[in-house]
């Protein structure tokens, strides 16, 4: 096998198959938590889960007689690129209702405009980086909290 | 009448009642722009504003709200593919390709003008006939509502030309995902898996935040490090205005066709501005020479889209100022002002109070001439917002996607559904598996529901739900159209083939005359 295989950019996924088989997951999942419903609570879930069962069957069917083959990542630093974005908003959302909105939110904007950066550390970036931070951050604070009175999330540190 | 729509002219265009307006169109559009604030918001917002006014000042500037949120709803879903509101939903289709190929400013002005036109069109059958629809309104049963849900969702067949079946499979994906929450009918709790914040169902505008902006940030920003929003950049310019207007006119066809079914299910009750824009948008691709040309960037796709849903706004106002019933959630707030202000909804209302009932019908037709200028000259600032370096824009984006997602509810699990959905929205981008009909399914499986379960308790009672359903003139109307919209891929694709054979036949009988003469 060539080393040029191994590497994300060249492997195939069945989407059919993958597909097909997460809504059949989710199918089943539906009917064991929907079957203690009244009948009027339930006519149109019911409806809705033959529906859904027939249709995924006929995706994993296709799957495996004329699967519909993607490319998921085009390259391995893409893939990085997507997982340290998901993660960094992962963790402004873990720690939004722990340090409260405005330091969280402080905190996310700064790493995720240094992230986007080109060359990340340098001076002239980190002043870039905490002046936008300060500006719409602030801005949308006043807007939300003061303005439109909208609660905003308050931290369980710092209260 | 017509003297008292001439009186509420003049009131409006008195210098203190236009700047009133000229505010509320403003802030509507602000308020239609940003993703998690809804038309809805804004009235409710600054409904209490409007008690120190006079009666006619005050409606005029909620007027002036309402139609400026119809159409600020389309400048996030042109430029960073969300929908300020679900209203918005069909605009994305076209809108943001359009903003992809540099030609944002293209969509914003489309967005603009058939939004005024829209509005327009339904501002005059309000003015003109608003008793007699209201009597039509009131026609408009479970049944009704029923297969005016799906035949909603035979857009579906449009949305998912690639994958019909994947495309269905999604819809009942999302009609699944609207069964989460306390049943309407039955009062059930449905599919919480333990969360009490989930009895009140998902919200729709998480889901479209979800849907549509995450993954478009996680696939071109962060994923391939894009470092502009847009493929290429957008140049304003005068000549864009005259070339889009002049476009647009030159289909009256698309253009009323979009109006007429924006102002119908208007005021039908209940039914809004998502599914009107979204029937509109399939009627649009239905019927149009150069389908195929749908779904990657055409102004008719966003006016198809903007007409219908800024006709739904005037259209559920008829329901409202007749009868006392509000056709949409912001016509219910309107609804509120008028009471706040000794207003019965009725026909003391034009009567009694016909100068400022004709005031505030008036104010939402001038209303529609402000957002076209508002709109197209406000496109030359709007449309270069996404020329800004991805750097600084995605940050701002990802930001108001979940202070959106929270300010709707105030609750951090509308933030966490907002993230799933967006990983589940760039995974199912990757799989071919378009989570628009997902959404589509989300935003009709509550009317389908609704009316299939009142159907078949009211069917039981008159003798037989099939019965009951079927046979009556407005259910046999929307069937037919369902039947329609279903079979017309297979009657475009045998149109198609003897064309299509012709060409060939022709480029081959060419071919064969040029290969005869080089001899």
């Known amino acids: ?159 | 009448m017509f003297d008292f729509a001439l009186t509420g002219l003049f009131q409006v265009l008195m210098p203190n009642h236009f700047l009133v307006l000229f505010i509320g169109v403003f802030m509507g559009i602000v308020f239609g722009a940003l993703p998690g604030l809804t038309a809805t918001m804004g009235l409710a917002l600054l409904v209490p504003f409007t008690f120190t006014m006079s009666p006619t000042a005050g409606l005029i500037m909620l007027a002036g709200i309402y139609v400026g949120a119809m159409y600020g709803d389309a400048i996030p879903a042109i430029l960073i593919n969300t929908p300020g509101t679900p209203a918005a939903i069909a605009t994305t289709f076209d809108g943001f390709p359009l903003a992809q190929k540099g030609m944002a400013q293209h969509g914003l002005v489309a967005a603009a003008v058939a939004s005024s036109f829209g509005s327009l069109v339904a501002n005059i059958v309000l003015a003109a006939a608003a008793p007699p629809l209201a009597e039509i309104s009131l026609k408009f049963g479970p049944p009704e509502y029923f297969w005016l849900g799906i035949f909603g969702l035979t857009i579906i067949s449009t949305l998912s030309s690639g994958s019909p079946i994947k495309g269905f499979l999604a819809g009942s994906i999302g009609m699944i995902l609207s069964a989460v929450g306390m049943a309407e009918l039955g009062g059930d709790i449905r599919l919480t898996f333990g969360f009490p914040e989930l009895q009140g169902g998902i919200e729709l505008i998480v889901a479209l935040i979800g849907f549509f902006c995450l993954p478009e940030i996680l696939s071109s920003v962060i994923g391939q490090r894009r470092t502009a929003y847009a493929e290429k950049i957008v140049k304003p310019s005068l000549g864009v205005l005259r070339e889009v207007i002049t476009s647009l006119f030159k289909r009256p066809v698309l253009m009323l066709r979009s109006a007429a079914i924006g102002t119908v299910v208007g005021f039908a009750p209940g039914a809004g501005g998502n599914i009107a824009s979204m029937v509109s948008y399939n009627e649009a691709c239905r019927w149009d020479k150069h389908p195929e040309e749908f779904g990657k960037g055409t102004i008719k796709g966003v006016a198809a889209s903007e007409a219908a849903n800024s006709a739904m706004a005037p259209g559920s106002l008829i329901p409202l100022l007749t009868l006392g019933i509000p056709g949409s959630p912001p016509a219910a707030v309107i609804l509120g002002a008028l009471m706040l202000h000794g207003m019965r909804p009725g026909a003391e209302l034009f009567t009694d109070y016909a100068d400022i009932t004709y005031s505030f019908i008036m104010a939402l037709l001038v209303a529609a001439f402000l957002v076209t200028i508002i709109g197209s000259f406000g496109s030359f600032v709007f449309s270069r917002i996404i020329n800004i370096p991805s750097r600084y824009l995605a940050p701002a984006i990802v930001f108001m996607t979940v202070l959106g997602s929270y300010a709707i509810r105030n609750n951090m699990l509308d933030v966490w559904i907002m993230f799933i959905f967006g990983i589940i929205g760039y995974v199912s981008n990757k799989l071919k598996f378009h989570p628009a009909p997902i959404v589509l399914g989300l935003i009709l499986g509550p009317f389908v529901e609704e009316g299939l379960v009142q159907s078949m308790l009211a069917g039981k009672a008159a003798g037989g739900t099939f019965t009951y359903m079927v046979y009556r003139p407005i259910s046999g109307v929307l069937i037919l159209l369902c039947l329609m919209s279903l079979l017309w891929p297979i009657f475009a694709a045998l149109r198609a083939k003897p064309k299509k054979a012709g060409v060939v036949n022709k480029s081959a009988s060419e071919g064969k005359e040029g290969r005869d003469e080089s001899r």
């Not at chain 1, 009244?38 to 994993?60: E, H, N, P, Q, R």
């Not at chain 1, 873990?94 to 001076?123: H, K, M, Q, V």
């Open chain 1, 1 to 159: 096998m060539s080393q040029d295989s191994e590497t994300p950019s060249a492997r195939r996924l069945n989407a059919d198959l993958i597909v097909g088989i997460v809504s059949l997951g989710l199918a089943a999942l539906v009917y064991f938590s929907t079957r203690e419903l009244s009948k009027l609570g339930g006519v149109f879930v019911d409806y809705i889960l033959v529906g859904l069962t027939a249709l995924a069957l006929i995706t994993t069917a296709k799957g495996f007689i004329k699967p519909e083959r993607v490319r998921f990542f085009e390259s391995v630093i893409e893939r990085n690129n997507v997982l340290v974005g998901i993660c960094i908003l992962l963790l402004y959302l873990i720690f939004l209702p722990l340090a409260g909105f405005l330091p969280a939110s402080y905190a996310f904007y700064f790493c995720f405009n240094l992230y986007l950066a080109d060359e990340r550390f340098t001076t002239r970036n980190i002043l870039i980086s905490v002046f936008l931070t300060a500006a719409v951050v602030t801005a949308f604070y006043f807007i939300f909290h003061h303005f439109l009175e909208v609660p905003l999330p308050e931290g369980k540190w710092f209260e």
